[in-house]
């Protein structure tokens, strides 16, 4: 299964011939600024909530690709709101069969309100479970003890999971997490962009190792097979 990174949270990850976008924010973010939106290929979208910094680059991508939105019921009724035809709203404990696998929403602990200050439902997290791999997207969230849940709704063979403290899980939460989902592999997301979340990647992968799991920080542009 390969993983691009495209800096942030946002990555897509191509799940039985299908390509998933995971909360794109791109064009606003300084780190990112060699990726070109227009070179992003999708057929879902994949929003864990509403804020700017998961959902910017959205319709933008969805009218170029004619990409179908998953989402939140208000985050996915926000941007048919603004034109996009393809969308398939859900909301925690809900679970869908796609064309390329399964996706279940499961609960995060923030908060998620629209860039123009519309109410934009509840944070959720992803289990996309399919004939290839299984995986578990936190979204933005606090450590939080329905992360043992995950397990029992699929095993999972890795977790994109947010790193970067301040605003979500900071590094040493996010090996809790890793182990209440049981996976031993990582790859760190929603670190760096900003000045409240900068982390120290040696020593981050170095608290993993010693947790005995694999902590993955791959390149903005970078695409890895896991
Ligand atoms: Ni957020
Ligand atoms: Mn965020």
Known sequence: MNLTFYGHSCFSIEVCGKKLLFDPFITGNELAKNIDINSIEADYILLSHGHRD??????????????????????????????????????????????????????????????????????????????????????DTALTMDMQLIPKFAKIDFAILCIGDNFTMGIEDSVEAAKMVQTNKVIGVHYDTFGYIKIDQRTAIDFYKKNELELLLPAIGETITI
């Not at 910017?56 to 985050?75: C, S």
């Not at 064309?99 to 279940?104: E, H, L, N, T």
């Not at 995060?108 to 996309?128: Q, T």
Request: hydrophobic share 40%; net charge negative; charged share 15%.
């Open 54 to 139: 998961h959902i910017e680059d959205a319709e933008a991508i969805a009218k170029a690709t004619g990409a179908t939105i998953i989402a939140g019921f208000e985050v996915a009724m926000w941007l048919a709101d603004k034109g996009i035809s393809k969308y398939h709203p859900m909301n925690h404990g809900g679970k869908w069969t796609f064309d390329f696998g399964a996706v279940k929403c499961v609960n995060a602990i923030h908060s998620s309100s629209l860039p123009d200050g519309s109410y934009g439902g509840n944070p959720m997290g992803f289990i996309v479970t399919s004939n290839e791999k299984n995986f578990y997207y936190s979204g």
